[in-house]
């Protein structure tokens, strides 16, 4: 029998019995028998879904290299900036492509010119005169130049039609890409004009420079048009000294 002064707690004291009634290591043990509930998103993969997976993934990294592997970007040779082309860049091997004077001017007509003057030189009635077979165009260069340099202001006949507007200045432009232009256009359209040099514009700028009004059209037909612009092409150098005289045409009287 229990001692009833085992049943009386002191004031203040706490309801604990510390005494084990059961065997502590049978315990442990159902606990260890115990499962837990399985968490979610921790079951495996099947190992079927995993293969499966695999060929998916295999397949596709087969085909996009035959994709890759296969293309071929000699199509797009003509695009900007991309492969070769037929001006201003090479095809892979092959030699670079000079970018010729015309060609330079061409790009500089369609970027500041051919909004008046057309991309075929025509102009457009009553407002711009045109390009193509002017008298203002073929012949000297000291035309053109003078109009670039100094602009054109008042009223003009181009081709028997009658225009009156203004050209205006395009110095900015510096005297290399005016002569790329010029010559363009003096050999656009069936134009017959020869090429114009940085030097010719060069020369003519120094000349021209205390002019400060645009040129009336009177003023640029006072120019000659065989007038002589300095600094054009080298004429072809001379034989050197000792250098065999040539043969004289056949059925020519010898000298």
């Not at 009386?8 to 606990?31: C, F, M």
């Not at 009156?164 to 890409?177: H, Y």
């Amino acid at each position: 029998m229990s001692n009833p002064q085992d049943n009386q707690r002191k004031p203040g004291s706490l309801d604990i019995d510390y005494r084990e009634t059961n065997n502590i290591t049978h315990v442990h043990a159902a606990i260890q028998r115990e499962k837990m509930d399985p968490l979610s998103g921790s079951v495996p993969v099947p190992i079927w879904l995993m293969c499966i997976f695999i060929l998916i993934f295999g397949w596709g990294a087969y085909y996009l290299g035959e994709f890759n592997g296969g293309y071929d970007g000699s199509q797009f040779s003509e695009t900007a900036g991309t492969g070769s082309s037929k001006k201003g860049g090479a095809s892979a091997g092959g030699p670079a492509v000079v970018e010729t004077q015309v060609d330079r001017g061409r790009k500089i007509f369609m970027a500041n010119c051919a909004t008046c003057h057309q991309p075929t030189g025509l102009g457009q009635p009553n407002q711009y005169p045109p390009l193509a077979g002017s008298e203002f165009v073929n012949g000297t260069p000291k035309r053109l130049a003078m109009i670039l340099l100094k602009g054109l202001q008042g009223p003009i006949k181009v081709e028997g039609h009658d225009f009156n507007g203004q050209m205006p200045v395009w110095a900015s432009l510096g005297d290399k890409k005016i002569a790329d232009v010029l010559t363009y256009i003096r050999q656009e359209w069936g134009n017959k004009g020869g090429p114009v040099t940085e030097k010719q514009i060069d020369n003519e700028k120094d000349e021209i420079r205390d002019h400060t009004d645009p040129w009336s059209a009177q003023d640029i037909l006072n120019i000659p048009a065989d007038a002589v612009l300095p600094g054009g092409e080298e004429a072809a150098p001379a034989p050197a000294p000792n250098a065999p005289a040539p043969a004289p045409a056949p059925g020519a009287a010898p000298q």
